[in-house]
């Protein structure tokens, strides 16, 4: 089976006006919206397109004016080497810090963006994650991260409430918010909320580590 490559196939089906040709190909852009009546940031296929490429897919659209329109993935993945179902899962590790590595404590509700924010920093930086806010003020009291990302939207306490909180530690801890938020009214509010940096979603790679790397230097630089 060595060299085989496995891939499974995901389809959605509309039956609804169709997309123009001359427009399938900037429906994953950012912002696109297809016509002005439409609801939403025009942010959702993008985020897609992020996800699946970052898990080593692709996505793609075919459409038809007049007849609709069929989204596709496709995933790869390895097949199941057991399908023993009571297999005893390993028992969850306390978290270890390392100390030749920045911490950050990723603060983020939805497991899909927390393991793409792991797919784009494990390597280079120890991540602890927080589900909710109120998890997140826990974490940081108990493990003193070096930056912090803070999703905005979030249960139990939101992120400008944990943030909020947070500061009452530490009001030196760079704390970025991450949001899909898109309104310039939006990243004026963050800015005045006691956050250090603003991170529009879906991600982007290069400028996430590079806005990391900025705050690294500038703490080293006043240690």
């Not at 991260?145 to 939101?158: A, K, S, Y």
């Not at 309104?183 to 004026?188: G, I, K, M, R, V």
Request: hydrophobic share 35%; with cysteine; glycine share 8%.
């Amino acid at each position: 089976m060595t060299g085989i490559a496995f891939h499974k196939d995901f389809y959605v089906t509309d039956t609804g006006c169709g997309i123009p040709k001359e427009k399938q190909k900037s429906v994953f852009g950012r912002f696109v919206k297809l016509n002005n009546f439409a609801q939403g940031t025009g942010l959702g296929l993008s985020i897609c397109q992020t996800l699946v490429e970052h898990m080593g897919g692709s996505i793609g659209v075919e459409s038809e004016e007049g007849k609709g329109s069929t989204f596709w993935f496709t995933l790869p993945y390895k097949p199941a080497n057991s399908t023993d179902d009571n297999k005893k899962k390993p028992d969850i590790q306390p978290i270890t810090i390392e100390k030749n590595k920045f911490t950050i404590l990723i603060a983020e509700d939805n497991e899909s963006n927390y393991k793409l924010f792991a797919s784009i920093l494990k390597g280079e930086y120890q991540l602890i994650h927080a589900w909710d806010g109120e998890e997140a003020v826990e974490m940081f009291k108990k493990y003193n991260p070096q930056i912090i990302l803070m999703d905005i939207n979030m249960p139990v306490m939101d992120g400008y409430e944990t943030t909020r909180q947070i500061r009452k530690y530490s009001a030196k801890v760079p704390i970025i918010a991450v949001t899909a938020f898109a309104y310039a009214s939006d990243e004026q509010k963050v800015m005045e909320s006691g956050f250090d940096g603003y991170m529009p979603k879906p991600i982007n790679a290069r400028q996430l580590k590079a806005q990391l790397t900025d705050i690294m230097q500038k703490r080293i630089i006043l240690l």
